[in-house]
């Protein structure tokens, strides 16, 4: 089991930045991508960024270059620098941590923290 828990959401300006923070916790060892997704009233869950235990990264268009994923395997806390923002940046952000199992692999989500990008 892996439990994760998003934080650093919030109201921000048109412009502005923010950082949001991922706690990982349980049986995190066995964790291999993890990423960050968002979901818009009305819209389906999209992927944002995701990252490798190795570090490889790889960003939807929307983010590339306004985005930074990194994790710090140290303290089990992935991160999301989000910087530009812009209006249709306001959604949930998720937290999702994939789990490889003999079958497939297992997802996990934490509960979401919600960015309002305010124009």
């Known amino acids: 089991q892996v439990q994760l828990v998003e934080s650093g959401g919030g109201l921000v300006q048109a412009g502005g930045s923010l950082r949001l923070s991922c706690a990982a916790s349980?049986?995190?060892?066995?964790?291999?991508?993890m990423g960050w997704y968002r979901q818009a009233p009305g819209k389906q869950r999209d992927k944002v960024a995701a990252i490798t235990s190795g570090g490889s990264t790889n960003y939807a268009d929307s983010a590339k270059g306004r985005f930074t994923i990194s994790r710090d395997n140290t303290k089990n806390t992935m991160y999301l620098q989000m910087n530009s923002l812009r209006p249709e940046d306001t959604a949930v952000y998720y937290c999702?941590?994939?789990?490889?199992?003999?079958?497939?692999?297992?997802?996990?989500w934490g509960q979401g923290t919600q960015v309002t990008v305010a124009s």
């Open positions: 349980g049986n995190i060892f066995s964790t291999n991508v």
């Open positions: 999702a941590a994939d789990q490889p199992m003999t079958w497939g692999v297992r997802r996990y």
